[in-house]
Nanobody, 129 residues
Framework: EVQLLESGGGLVQAGGSLRLSCAASGFTFDGYDIGWFRQVPGKKREGVACIKSSGGGTFYADSVKGRFTMSSDNAKKVVYLQMNSLTPEDTAVYYC??????????????????????WGQGTQVTVSS
């Protein structure tokens, strides 16, 4: 059974940092795109960053470029999201997700939310001003 479990969320002051982790079980990262998403109540879930399979690269939403870094430890089956220079606008529930049938045709951007078929439960990140 494919499972994803996020951790590392919490409350942090503006300008601070957090590192989120996502532990995977039931599959290996080979052939999967892995993404981080976030959602604020009443708004659509939005992509934050992704690592594309087969060395396809790492991509970020414009809103987090230069502040967030996504990485993976394939041996441990864990992906990370290092978040620096946090602002209150980063407050959201953060989810990691896996796309088991990645489509190369999206090009050098993360695939949309509906392409991802496995999701974690999410972890709350709250940034105070």
């Amino acid at each position: 059974e494919v499972q994803l479990l996020e951790s590392g969320g919490g409350l942090v002051q503006a300008g601070g940092s957090l590192r989120l982790s996502c532990a995977a079980s039931g599959f290996t990262f080979d052939g999967y795109d892995i993404g981080w998403f976030r959602q604020v109540p009443g708004k659509k879930r939005e992509g934050v960053a992704c690592i594309k399979s087969s060395g396809g690269g790492t991509f970020y939403a414009d809103s987090v470029k230069g502040r967030f870094t996504m990485s993976s430890d394939n041996a441990k089956k864990v992906v990370y999201l290092q978040m620096n220079s946090l602002t209150p606008e980063d407050t959201a529930v953060y989810y990691c997700a896996a796309d088991s049938t990645p489509y190369a045709g999206w090009g050098p951007v993360c695939a949309p939310v509906y392409e991802y078929d496995y999701w974690g439960q999410g972890t709350q990140v709250t940034v105070s001003s």
